[in-house]
């Protein structure tokens, strides 16, 4: 497990950069509570991907819009799930 956030600039050496290219993929909005229901969540979009003919890669990008940093109620919470393409 990796935590990322957008940096402003990568002009001085810092060993905890780590760029994550650009790539095509699913995505889905989480609302609520963790983590049952977050896992309900990703099976939702693999059962999507799957019935729509696409191949996902093995791993995935959590981006936290709305998390405990903003708000302590967990209903208000929101993510998305972004899954790759799998490489063909």
Known sequence: MKAAMPVVSTDKQCAYYDRIERFKGVST???????VSLKETYIGL???????????????????LIGST???????????????????
């Open 70 to 88: 903003i708000t302590n109620n967990q209903n208000y919470w929101l993510l998305r799930v972004i899954i790759p393409f799998a490489e063909q």
């Open 46 to 64: 693999l059962k999507w991907a799957k019935e729509k003919g696409y191949k996902l890669a093995n791993n995935s990008v959590e981006e936290w």
């Open 29 to 35: 909005l989480h609302f609520g509570d963790f983590p």
